[in-house]
């Protein structure tokens, strides 16, 4: 898969390329992170990419031109490839979305800067806005890295274990487990029976159980999305029932 950003700090992807699990991904040649300064087009000598906003008002626009072209040298790079714009104002990035970008060859995602760019550019470059939430950072290249980072997850090859993504949390709608390793005992606390029990059926059904209470405790908007199987149902009765007793 190839991951390209348009952005003035080209530096920042350093943090992906040379470390953790995106990092072992360019190595093994699963995955290619590029970049592309919109400084390198830009005209004047002093290479500025930002001008005064129509209107007036505080703040600074990027230009359209050197992002333009920014944009251009990133398709030839990156042919076929889905140009995303992080902004606020974008669809949410959830799980399933994550996975749906992941199905792409190619992604060219845009970092703004300033108050962000023209408007007839994201209409005649962009084909999504995508925001990581609701509130406001110095640049896109920050929410552009969360993405990559979560894309770079589905590519096959890249995690350690085929099922690693698949056990996620947000992946089935839910929050993940809990998650335990030695030593059995930590100060004082052990590690749950069931998990050294060696039954891998009786381990699923703790392990569903205990993603259905804690959506249910962190998250109830996710559950009150959520249509249980019986499995669910039954086992989250079993819980709030064991919860009336105790």
Not at 220 to 238: F, G
């Amino acid at each position: 898969m190839q991951l390209m950003l348009v952005t003035l700090f080209p530096e920042m992807l350093t943090a992906l390329t040379r470390s953790g699990v995106t990092s072992r991904a360019c190595d093994l040649g699963l995955v290619q992170i590029g970049a592309i300064n919109p400084r390198d087009y830009a005209f004047n000598k002093h290479k500025s990419v930002d001008d005064r906003p129509y209107g007036g008002g505080p703040g600074m626009v990027m230009a359209i031109e050197p992002l333009r072209l920014a944009i251009d040298e990133a398709r030839k790079q990156a042919p076929n490839a889905r140009v995303v714009y992080m902004s606020p104002q974008g669809q949410p990035l959830t799980q399933e979305r994550v996975k749906e970008l992941a199905s792409n060859d190619a992604l060219i995602f845009v970092a703004g800067r300033y108050e962000g760019i023209d408007e007839r550019l994201i209409a005649a470059e962009v084909d999504e806005e995508i925001s990581i939430g609701d509130y406001v950072l110095s640049g896109g290249e920050l929410p552009a890295m969360v993405v990559m980072d979560a894309v770079c997850r589905w590519v096959p090859g890249v995690l350690g274990h085929d099922q690693s993504a698949e056990q996620d949390s947000f992946v089935n709608g839910l929050l993940d487990c809990e998650h335990y390793t030695r030593p059995e005992v930590y100060k004082g606390q052990a590690v749950p029976d069931v998990l050294l029990s060696g039954n891998h059926e009786r381990i699923r059904k703790w392990r569903l159980q205990r993603s259905l209470v804690r959506t249910l405790e962190r998250r109830p908007d996710l559950m009150e999305q959520r249509e249980l199987t019986r499995e669910e149902k039954t086992l989250l009765d079993e819980y709030l029932a064991q919860q009336q007793t105790d």
